[in-house]
T-cell receptor
Framework: EAGVTQSPTHLIKTRGQQATLRCSPI?????VYWYQQALGLGLQFLLW???????NRGNFPPRFSGRQFPNYSSELNVNALELEDSALYLC????????????FGPGTRLTVL | GEDVEQSLFLSVREGDSSVINCTYT??????LYWYKQEPGAGLQLLTY?????DMKQDQRLTVLLNKKDKHLSLRIADTQTGDSAIYFC????????????FGSGTRLQVQP
């Protein structure tokens, strides 16, 4: 069974640009989560999508947004990039019910110059 | 509120047991997880324990949960060099946010 996949692996942008990161969940999972792992700040929850709806978001500004498609894949968009947005962005997926254990993808390394 | 704490570094010799500790503050945690992260990689789920359990064993891994002290530990038996990585403890609260709250991670160094 394929795990969570993310693309691209690496992304280099300049300040002020927009970045789009993509995630495909494990087959059968309907929930997708995004986390940011920035140097020195640890892993922080960004967004949770389920059944196409944003269910919850962490303490991040509105320029971090996303969506979930009918096939449950997801996009994370970061507008007006700032240098401190440089981080590893991790996507996870889970079933909607039950233990909702989250399985993570390999991440997208975003570098903002 | 939610807060998860771990020690930053642990060094052991190959073949010894490793014990990584974690404390959490939210008494409404329902599941507690251990993830492993190797350099440049995502998080690999190692094991998890439901909050009404005291212990869970899975091959070389043993998880102990002390609910009274809100203390979680991960014991790795017969530690190998391939176990060198960062280990994250995380808590999940089933209702509401559904987000995982992670500790800062413990870097395990296994010396040959």
């Amino acid at each position: 069974e394929a795990g969570v996949t993310q693309s691209p692996t690496h992304l280099i942008k300049t300040r002020g640009q927009q970045a789009t990161l993509r995630c495909s969940p494990i087959s059968g999972h309907t929930s997708v989560y995004w986390y940011q792992q920035a140097l020195g700040l640890g892993l922080q929850f960004l967004l949770w999508y389920d059944e196409g709806e944003e269910r919850n978001r962490g303490n991040f500004p509105p320029r971090f947004s996303g969506r979930q498609f009918p096939n449950y894949s997801s996009e994370l968009n970061v507008n007006a990039l700032e240098l401190e947005d440089s981080a590893l962005y991790l996507c996870a997926s889970s079933y909607r019910t039950g233990s909702d254990t989250q399985y993570f993808g390999p991440g997208t390394r975003l570098t903002v110059l | 509120g939610e807060d998860v704490e771990q020690s930053l570094f642990l060094s052991v010799r190959e073949g010894d047991s490793s014990v990584i500790n974690c404390t959490y503050t939210d008494s409404s945690s329902t599941y507690l997880y251990w993830y492993k992260q190797e350099p440049g990689a995502g998080l690999q789920l190692l094991t998890y324990i439901f909050s009404n359990m005291d212990m869970k064993q899975d091959q070389r891994l043993t998880v102990l949960l002390n609910k009274k002290d809100k203390h979680l530990s991960l014991r790795i038996a017969d530690t190998q060099t391939g176990d060198s990585a960062i280990y994250f403890c995380a808590e999940s609260i089933k209702t509401g946010r559904r987000a995982l709250t992670f500790g800062s991670g413990t870097r395990l160094q296994v010396q040959p």
